[in-house]
């Protein structure tokens, strides 16, 4: 235990410096609340609704993701730390674990748990050129690049990720 | 039987705890004073301004002056908020804060043969940080995971749309890049073979500027890292948590006077101590690059001042030239890049390393065995990543379908969709 107690110390200390920095800011700040001076902050605006009691799902499925992932994390460490003694009976076992990890993990992005956001509209490629003919000789400015509303083209994210080949 | 708690420790024991952690107390406030400092200077440099000049020389009194201003300002409980958990929160971010602080060496004389501890007058010998223990690189990740209550808890308590909606934010990134931080954080461990921090600092001193981690695990886990960490961080190009323009000051906007200055001081302090972690892990913390080892233990301290120097900078840098990112392309970043790269990097140094010591035996040689190992982890990393890639466009072509959207358009679509706009003229 000696080797902890310097931190319990530090602890001590941190929460006294925090303590006593309240103390002084209760004897020093001066104290005159008003109604509109403890109404939750929204741009001088006046709250008009609750903080909302819900969110998106996603959130909590990046904790629920997070925790596979912690879990793999404390099974890689023991493993780091003795894997000279394991051998290769170790590398295998810990090859198929992530393997399996892994796995799920690809299932789950291939589902969208993982999919944040709108998608990318790929307009380059759409892009409508207007001839300048006879006929019209009027460019419009602003419509190119559109595609047209009665088919919307729409291309997949392409994503930026050159994936874990590096 | 002896008693758990007592076993072991002495008065001088006790005294020495004292003196190091109000000594640690000290360099941590004056550190976070003259990072705050810091980085105004360089920001303002910059952005081609002069920044604080005013108070003290060089207006380093800056810091000081702003936390006494902010000890004089109201302190506002907002009525809707949750009063107890909104005034537990600063400290649970401020104390995690400087308890990081505890596991890295800042000083001491790594050269051969040294292993960067002192014995003092009364005959005890220890290291020049506030707590050599077994299991530091653990304390660090509790710690990191711990300060995100304080975050979470801060915009929950609030009782108001921003800091509620920073909270969630913050918490869902600081999660995620948790992972990508302990998957890197893994090799360092493979290779040192130890989780004490000083026991990484001696590792890494034993193979002089290329025993330094960074180059031995391969410079992937160390950009891992850096990467995270600054996301860990929440500062730029990852302050979505406190993006101005949509969440006005984040998890700490109803936060104010004295409370508003804990959640500043931890952040920065944070910050420094990240930037000492990165140095103590992977650029060998005090121990001196070349051999060039002078004045014994002190020497060891300009060693780590100027390595720790160089990341401060770069986080400042950071926050002056990158734009912020969007909230989707920071977590594809973390959850589709970093983490199957540091996962994939983890497997294949662990591979090398068993096939090294001869464990695999396929071969005659260890290096055929470790030729072997390489040719097969590419071959399953191109497999990786290729089921990756296929995943991420599954998923991408079922919302569109979803949506009842055409899918992506082939080249024989955009070839006729080419052909018909000329017809038609």
């Given at each position: 235990m000696a080797q902890y107690l310097p931190i319990f110390a530090l602890l001590v200390v941190a929460v006294l410096f925090a303590a006593l920095s309240f103390a002084a800011s209760k004897l020093l700040a001066p104290r005159n609340p008003t109604e509109e001076k403890l109404a939750p902050y929204e741009c001088g605006i006046i709250p008009g609704r609750e903080p909302p009691?819900?969110?998106?799902?996603r959130f909590y499925l990046v904790a629920m993701l997070f925790i596979v992932f912690d879990i793999e994390i404390v099974f890689l460490y023991p493993w780091a730390m003795t894997y000279g003694d394991l051998g290769l009976f170790g590398l295998l076992a810990i090859l198929l674990f992530s393997a399996l990890v892994f796995e799920s993990f690809v299932y789950l992005i291939s589902k969208g748990a993982l999919d944040w956001g709108p998608l990318q509209v790929n307009r380059r490629q759409q892009a409508t050129v207007v001839a300048r003919t006879a006929e019209s000789t009027i460019r419009k400015v602003g419509t190119e690049g559109r595609y047209s509303e009665a088919e919307p083209v729409v291309t997949a994210a392409s994503s930026t990720l050159e994936t874990g080949a590096a | 039987m002896t008693n758990f708690l007592s076993d072991g420790v002495s008065a001088g024991d006790i005294v020495l705890a004292g003196i190091k952690a109000v000594i640690a107390f000290v360099i941590c406030l004056v550190a976070t004073m003259l990072m705050v400092w810091f980085e105004r200077k360089v920001v303002s440099r910059l952005q081609n301004r002069i920044g604080p000049?005013?108070?003290g020389p060089f207006g380093l009194l800056q810091t000081l002056a702003d936390g006494i201003k902010l000890f004089f300002k109201e302190d506002i409980i907002p009525s809707r908020s949750d009063r107890f958990v909104f005034q537990l929160a600063p400290y649970l971010s401020l104390v995690p804060a400087f308890l990081t602080?505890?596991?890295?060496?800042?000083?001491g004389d790594f050269s051969?043969?040294?292993?960067?501890t002192v014995t003092l007058p009364g005959g005890q010998v220890t290291g020049f940080q506030v707590a050599d223990v077994p299991a530091g690189i653990l304390f660090f990740l509790a710690m990191s995971s711990l300060g995100i209550y304080g975050i979470m808890l801060a915009g929950w308590s609030s009782g108001s749309k921003y800091p509620l909606l920073g909270s969630v934010r913050a918490t869902a990134q600081a999660i995620s890049y948790e992972a990508a931080l302990g998957l890197s954080l893994a090799s360092v461990i493979l290779v040192s073979?130890?989780?004490?921090t000083s026991g990484i600092v001696q590792a890494q001193a034993e193979g002089?500027?290329?025993?330094?981690n960074m180059i031995v695990t391969g410079f992937v886990p160390f950009f891992v890292f850096i990467v995270a960490g600054t996301a860990e961080l929440n500062?730029?190009?990852?302050?979505l948590v406190e993006a101005e323009q949509e969440l006005?000051?984040?998890?700490?906007?109803e936060y104010s006077s004295i409370r508003f200055a804990m959640f500043f001081l931890a952040e920065f302090m944070n910050t420094v101590t990240m930037g000492a972690i990165i140095v103590t892990l992977?650029?060998?913390?005090?121990s001196a690059w070349f051999g060039l080892?002078?004045?014994?233990w002190f020497g060891g301290f300009v060693w780590f001042f100027a390595k720790l120097l160089l990341f401060l900078f770069m986080f400042v840098w950071f926050r002056a030239t990158l734009p912020r990112l969007r909230y989707d392309q920071l977590m594809d970043l973390g959850w589709k890049l970093l983490i199957p790269i540091s996962l994939g990097w983890l497997l294949v140094l662990g591979g090398i390393r068993v096939a090294q010591n001869g464990?695999?035996?396929?071969?005659?040689?260890n290096t055929a065995d470790v030729i072997f190992v390489l040719a097969v982890s590419l071959a399953i990393m191109a497999i990786g990543a290729t089921l990756l890639q296929k995943a991420i466009t599954n998923s991408a072509q079922e919302r569109l379908a979803s949506r009842g959207l055409r899918s992506v358009p082939t080249q024989q679509d955009l070839a006729a969709s080419t052909t018909e706009q000329d017809g038609g003229h």
């Open positions: 009691q819900r969110f998106p799902v | 000049n005013v108070t602080f505890a596991i890295i060496p800042i000083a051969p043969g040294n292993d960067g073979g130890t989780l004490s002089g500027f290329f025993g330094m500062r730029p190009p990852f302050d006005v000051g984040g998890f700490h906007t992977f650029m060998g913390g005090p080892y002078f004045l014994g464990d695999i035996g396929l071969f005659e040689s």
